[in-house]
């Protein structure tokens, strides 16, 4: 499996709270991506990363907002948790050598 | 707006039945193309890829799938399934072309079971 890990695997979280969830990969990879998971949309893109400091919006990104400071971490930060952010959120790493994405072992969040 | 759909959303099957898994996409520049798995409780893991070349892949556990590009589709298939092949099954488009270094889009998913 590709060196990625996700924290916190779960958390419960009330409305109105910030949450923030970290990806790090040992890889060195450019790419990171933020995905969530819910049924019956299969996942759907936040935000992701073509680089430190550089990132950009995906499909569904309304409410969250990302950092990369370093080519090993991309956080993923809800600024004001709301309900219908209840979801499994899985980050994944990709480079042009490796040709694809890998994901990680996903952050299970539910916001009461 | 791009998609890719997956016609099947729950599939139920006996041991050693032949399984296909629809999937077609709404692109019609050039595509990569993908099938994840997800076993219960678990990440998503590659199952096969396709950039160029033969339109039928193999991927792992015995699985293929075949682009036809005239019909915008990528069916996965598996002549015999096994209990342990129970799980989400995920396609997903790439519409870079040039890279897959880009975005994927999923497709909605098929969760397969199979009765032992």
């Known amino acids: 499996d590709a060196g990625i890990t996700q924290s916190p695997r779960h958390k419960v979280t009330e409305t109105g709270t910030p949450v923030t969830l970290r990806c790090h990969q040992t890889e060195n990879h450019r790419y990171m991506y933020w995905y969530r998971q819910d049924p019956g949309h299969g996942l759907r893109l936040i935000h992701y990363s073509y680089g430190v400091k550089d990132t950009d919006k995906g499909e569904v990104s309304d409410g969250y907002s990302v950092s990369r400071s370093k080519t090993e971490d991309f956080l993923l930060t809800l600024e004001s948790a709301t309900s219908s952010q209840t979801s499994v959120y899985f980050c994944a790493i990709g480079s042009r050598e490796i040709d694809t994405q890998y994901f990680g072992p996903g952050t299970r969040l539910t916001v009461l | ?116």
């Open chain 2, 1 to 116: 707006a791009q998609s890719v759909s997956q016609h099947n959303h729950h599939v139920i099957l006996s041991e050693a039945a032949s399984l296909e898994l629809g999937c077609n996409y709404s692109y019609g520049g050039t595509v990569n193309l993908f099938w994840y798995v997800q076993y219960p409780g678990q990440h998503l893991q590659l199952l096969l890829k396709y950039f160029s070349g033969d339109p039928l892949v193999k991927g792992i556990k015995g699985f293929e799938a075949e682009f036809i590009k005239s019909k915008f589709s990528f069916n996965l298939r598996k002549p015999s399934v096994q209990w342990s092949d129970t799980a989400e099954y995920f396609c997903a488009v790439s519409p870079d072309g040039s890279s897959n270094t880009g975005k994927l889009i999923f497709g909605q998913g098929t969760t397969l079971q199979v009765k032992p």
